[in-house]
């Protein structure tokens, strides 16, 4: 067994002992505390990342702390065989802020999409009426929901699909933006959309404008049911509650997770009518974690943090100043700045790993995705003085690899 705490050795042992299914930075944090990190060696750290959205009320935010360890001392896990104390209260404050009648509380945000896929798919047969194992899921290119065998069946991805099939059936995928494509793909067969009101994995992909209300409006026209991943932009990421609020629309089917968590616990949900969530019964679906005591303490005060603390205003406030501060530097290097509250992607002419690096050598800690799209996705909670230090870091990275 190593022990040691340099950071060089951690990583090797990591290398040597761990699938290799990741390209991290070379941060080994060892702490974290609001929107900082701190590595093994004690060097602090902006954190643009956010456990991709994880933690967007920031690290060990003591109200969820607090939450966490009195739960652990009463209760943890009783699987659902049993009745809980904490599920009821969790369920209530869930559905009340969300607007909707019911929820099926599941654990990482994968389980939660193929929880609203199985959902769909009932409901195409026993009220849209579609023959047998003929129900389709029309889904968008470059979309992420996770990686699933049955998740990335829908992926236009060949990364996420390479070697891995055979692969379900029942996905049908059109152009991301495209509304007329969308009309067309649809067929009496088709009981869903899953969409990404923005798609963050994919490069911070904003929707033209009107699409996703023509979409919601050609799912009423057709009878399909329109289900928002929002795992990623949910709970005030891109400066309302969910991303779908931009265009004033309400899904049939809302899939959360990630920050209701608040970066202490895996805690997802799909959301809807009581009518759609009453196809299921019981063996139909479950979880022996989902629905857990410790999960359902933590997630309910993760949730209210992000509520009573107006987490969404702030994430707005923080994201337009920090894409005024972006644009205002100019580079060559830089193709387009987009996004929406804290959910901001930089499109470089350049592979976004090096400008990640150069970030990292200069204090804060952001993502590449997609090759050349480097994102920047502070916790919610970041203040002026952070952004500052952001815009100071982003002008010298950028200018040392123009």
């Not at 974290?32 to 959205?53: H, P, Q, T």
């Not at 009195?70 to 209260?89: C, F, H, I, M, W």
């Not at 830089?334 to 499109?347: A, C, F, N, P, S």
Request: charged share 20%; hydrophobic share 45%; proline share 5%.
């Amino acid at each position: 067994m190593v022990n040691s705490h340099n950071a060089a050795d951690l990583i090797a042992l990591e290398d040597r002992r761990g699938a290799h299914t990741y390209k991290p930075l070379d941060l080994v944090v060892a702490r974290a505390e609001g929107v900082w990190l701190w590595d093994v060696d004690g060097n602090r750290y902006l954190d643009c990342i956010s456990a991709y959205s994880a933690v967007n009320q920031g690290h060990r935010h003591p109200r969820i702390d607090a939450a966490m360890r009195a739960q652990a001392d009463r209760v943890t896990l009783t699987s659902r065989a049993v009745r809980n104390d904490r599920l009821p209260g969790f369920l209530e404050r869930l559905t009340d802020a969300c607007g909707f009648e019911m929820a099926v509380p599941m654990n990482t945000g994968v389980e939660a999409v193929e929880t609203a896929i199985k959902l769909a798919r009932r409901w195409g047969y026993r009220v849209k009426g579609i023959a047998h194992d003929r129900a389709e899921i029309v889904v968008f290119s470059n979309n992420f929901h996770g990686r699933t065998t049955g998740v990335i069946a829908a992926s236009s991805q060949d990364e996420y699909k390479r070697d891995f099939g055979p692969f379900a059936p029942g996905f049908v995928t059109v152009p991301y933006g495209d509304a007329d494509a969308l009309e067309r793909a649809l067929s009496p067969n088709t009981c869903a959309i899953l969409i990404e009101p923005i798609q963050g994995e994919g490069g911070v992909i904003v929707p033209p404008d009107g699409y996703l209300k023509r979409a919601w409006a050609l799912c009423k026209e057709h009878d399909v049911l329109f289900m928002a991943d929002e795992i990623q932009t949910g709970l005030g990421r891109t400066g309302t509650l969910f991303a779908c609020d931009h265009d004033g629309i309400t899904p049939d089917v809302l899939i959360v997770g990630k920050a209701l968590g608040g970066g202490y616990y895996p805690v997802s949900a799909v959301l809807a009518s009581a009518a759609l969530l009453g196809l299921f019964e019981p063996g139909s679906h479950g979880s022996t974690f989902g629905g857990n005591p410790l999960g359902s303490a933590i997630a309910e005060a993760a949730l209210g943090v992000v509520l009573d603390e107006r987490l969404a205003e702030k994430s707005r406030y923080a994201g337009a100043k920090i894409v005024q501060g972006l644009r205002a530097i100019a580079s060559p290097l830089v193709k387009e700045i987009r996004g929406r509250g804290l959910l901001i992607g930089i499109e470089l002419t350049v592979p976004a790993r090096h400008l990640s690096e150069a970030l990292l050598a200069r204090g804060v800690a952001a993502k590449d995705t997609h090759e050349n799209v480097l994102r920047i996705a502070p916790p919610l909670v970041i203040d002026d003085d952070a952004i500052a230090l952001l815009l100071k870091a982003y002008e010298e990275a950028v200018l040392s690899l123009s």
